[in-house]
């Protein structure tokens, strides 16, 4: 296999941003952002299969669901769908009075003329316009200076779309600009393209510009966006006149974390799409940075509050799969397969059902799943690295058959043995199967037909049974005293039937309630000098539950003595 070359040879560290008194590691996020969805630009974009008319009406009218009430829907001057859609929105009165939809524009004439043919009649609208500001497009893709970049692309645009505006007064107007590829540019000629901006635009603190700061590319750890942004914050002219915007792209896989820091750094917006779609690993997705905000205790403003109904949406429009792993949406994000997870979270369970009002401080569980929509169901599954806690679980929470404690180990090895044979992941029915098999099925040799019990209170020995059971097909009658029904069967058992039996424990509850209630019973035995072993009854009558419990344990252990027989002949 060949060799990775040595990256010193190839990349260069980011350099770090200079601000020593940086202010953003002691903040908090104490407030949602201004959220912009880009999922019909951006997202759009960077799809296989772009959407169609069909998806987009469907993103839109999700975005709109979600709660997002600015949604950056097309780049119209650059595709006829794009353009189509923008149409549909205006003529078919489908944007929401309270919501904004902005366009994407590049920085040429041709392009911008056209961007305002598609919003005519528009209600209100962004107009978005960007160009690169960074170093490789100045002096590589366009070949130009910092000068002819502020006097040949900024300037000039920036004046189109104020006149443009003006000509189209039936509109309310709001301006983004976004000078790509920020990340990776000088501050020092970021803030002379804003402050440029600004000023020729003309903003003011009642008409504020929209000032999108992106990592186009993302290139360097999160602080170092926080560090820019600050810097931003701190630098610009009229930082009054002004919303600073995120638009962080996911390269590094940071795109959430430079979001959050940003947002600490001053920052008042962000643009992401749901589920971190778009161009190469995506934009910041907007689920994930919201969902963050509300495990702390802030309220994004955005309703997440049916996760897979708008998973189903946005994989149907994006045609791509969210990750069972995807942060708050996954399939198996309140999952643990593992024993030690799933045993803390049966105990915090047990324990919030005590104080249902808590501050959520569940272990292995970040927020409750039915804050998403999502049924606790899930949030136990049994593989073969489990153990018997997930194992007790899955069969008291589907089956209510609440297993003593020893018995779950018993009841895991029979698992674990079905489990390290299929290597497959136990459903509860599954599970419920292999209980049902172990301990109900095997009715041979020994089968309960029925008892009779006498009870005489002044007789040391009380109780008197006379049971019928099945031995290896034959009928048997035996009698037996004991200070209880138990006692009386087992010594029935023993005297006639020449089955020894020592009870060493005895747990039983009900499943179910009122008429339907049917009792469960475990018991803890010993045969002759066999092992400890467990049988298990079920029966609407608690005594015959426990007959049958001790019948089971007959069984079990004449099944585990054939097997010993067996592998010593062998
Ligand atoms: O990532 C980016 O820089 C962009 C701009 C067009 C805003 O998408
Ligand atoms: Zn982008």
Redesign the pocket.
Known sequence: MPMLKQPNQKYAAFKPIRLPDRTWPNRTITQPPIWLA?DL??GNQALIEPMDVERKKKMFALNVKVGIKEIEVGFPSASQTDFDFVRHLIEQKQIPDDVWIQV?SPARAEFIERTFEALKGAKRAIF?L?HAVAPVMRNVVFGLTQDQVVNDLTIPHVKQVRELMKKNPETEWRFEF?P???SNTELEFSKRVVDTVVEVYGATPQNKIII?L????ENASPNCYADQIEWMHRNVAKRDCILISL?P?NDRGTGTAAAELALMAGADRV?GCLFGS??RTG?VDIVNVAMNMYSQGVHPNLDFSDIDEIKKTVEYCNQIPVHPRHPYAGDLVYTSFSGSHQDAIKKAFAHREVNPNGIWDMPYLPIDPMDVGRSYEAVIRVNSQSGKGGISYLLQSEYGVDLPRRMQIEFSQVVQRVMDDTGKEMTADDIWNIFDAEYFSKAAPYKYVGHKLAEDSSRPEAVEVHAEVVIDGDAHKAKGMGNGPIDAFVAAIASELHAPVKVMDYHEHAIGQGANATAITYIEMRVGDGPSLHGVGMDSNIVTASFKAILSGLNRDAARVRVASTAASK
């Open positions: 880009t630009r951006d994407l978005h960007y976004s790509e590829m920020f999108n992106p990592t186009t590319v638009h792209h643009e778009g161009e934009n």
